[in-house]
């Protein structure tokens, strides 16, 4: 009785309905992501990094074959980070053979090193990504060079 008392002031003082859905804030998060489709078919892999990196707000990309040398990369370092990258995850491997993935929290921003299939990505943001999202943008990776698989 005191229970349905309080919620019949708080309904009334709060104007809170329980009864039906908020459609208003549905509508504003459906209508906020309706303008975030990314068209991510290109012809060029550095394109399409490049796209991936909006999509999946991160502030680089890059991707190595296991030897070190650069794929794709989104900045100019990809040279110096593909070295580091492979480098450091061939290291963390050797010494815990079933690693998956390598994250570094620097002052700033992650840096996440993870194999998929035959390639090393790496990728630098703000915030940690999770294992299902760094297999997604790898797999969108990998599946424009299982289709241009004649350039690769």
Known sequence: MVMGFF?????????MD???PAFDQVNAI???????????ETDDLKELVKLLKKKHLVDSIVVTKRNGSVIASTN?????????????????????PKSQSVLIKSKDDWYMIFPFKERIY??????NLTTIELKALAREVED?????????
């Open 30 to 40: 459906a209508d906020m992501f309706s303008h975030l489709n990314f068209d991510i």
């Open 144 to 152: 424009f060079i299982e289709r241009k698989k004649e350039i690769f």
């Open 122 to 127: 790496i990728v630098r943001a703000g915030s």
């Open 18 to 20: 329980e009864t039906q």
């Open 76 to 96: 100019g370092e990809g040279m110096k980070e593909a070295i580091t990258g492979t480098a450091l995850f061939n290291y963390i491997s050797s010494e815990i």
């Open 7 to 15: 919620k019949r002031i708080s309904t009334k003082l709060l104007g």
